[in-house]
């Protein structure tokens, strides 16, 4: 499935300043296990020792909190669009 | 009522509304390029009584974005929170105005918001927005997180008992160096603007008891990818270790750490272990012995070693030169005493 992600201004630093990618994943553990082939930099920003997404990112499919979807389970479909939106210190 | 007339003939705030305004009370936490926003809006919409707590003072990068201070304000080194309630005092002059020259932390949380109608997040670190969560939910105060870095920027007004929390939205703070700092990625001006904008006028629906327009949920957006989104969080999370059990291990946390590297600076602050008021004068005497000292009734600064020591009458310093929190300790304990 195409898919769209976002990638906030705190984590471009990673994914060579791109701003906007396209993956082709069924589920959100697949995203980002392809966001992590592309850019290995990427994988302990988002997940936590074990593989669990961190708890100051958050992951949201057309608006939704993947944490009351199916977490990294929640089926993708064409078209979907994926936000990371981490906390953020900055003021 | 004359300098609000364009408030009270919009009919959502109206004479009834300016009047909730002027008899209010907000605690701003912190000012920098957020908190000099809010406090701007607020103090010119009239709310009647504002306490600004800041631990830092102004310096010339701060310019770019920081929209109350001028290069006067720089060049003396003056505590923000000082040099923000002098210019807001011209804008006007109606307002009760409090500079707090602290760091605001759960020593004093509890002391600076008790009486506050609203709470409104300027900081600039994780460490200080979760103890607001803490202090605001513990209290049942209304507050409002806001953060911008580089292009990016979110906004989430609170109101404990009703909406989430910032722990149901976040759960955990991100540990030293996990996520990018304003050091790292920068800050383009108008974000924190657009930003604190926006959560000054979350403020203002909560002071005019307007809560039924609140912008509720996470509102994030990118100003340079052109992106703006809503994204509504509606409920509280059942198990959330604050709003729903209680439990407020960012307050309750003894003191917190000693010294903090600060966001966007090459700068430690170190805090005293006891906290008390310094004699800045004779400190100010002894030091010159050892380096150059310049000072201010606020406090003084020692040039020595290849750092600057900001010293405050509160007993805090920081450090400038370095990153290094031990570096930046042992200054403190050489100069200033342990």
Redesign the interface.
Known sequence: MTVRI?I??????VTDGQ??LTAHSDNVGQLLGELEARFPQIGP?LRDEDGAL???V?L?VN???VRFLRGLDTDLKAGDEV?I??????? | MDRYSRQTIFPEIGPDGQRRLLGSRVTLVGCGALGTVLANVLVRAGVGTLRIVDRDYVELSNLQRQILFDEDDARDGLPKATAAATKLARINSEILLEPIVEDFGPDNAERLVHDADVVLDGTDNFEARYVVNDVCVKLGRPWVYAAAIGSYGVVMPIVPGETPCLRCVFPQPPGAGAVDTCDTAGVLGPVPGVIANLAATEAIKLLVGAREHLALGLLWLDAWYNTIQRTPITAPVVDCPTCQQRTFEFLDGAGGRRATTLCGRDAVQVRPTRPGELALDALAERLSAVGTVRSNPHLLRLTVEGHDLTIFRDGRAIVKGTGDPTVARSLYARYVGT
Do not use: M
């Open positions: 976002r906030p201004a705190p984590l471009r630093s701003a906007e920003r961190r708890r100051f958050n949201y608006g939704e909190d936000s939106i981490p906390a953020v210190a900055g003021g």
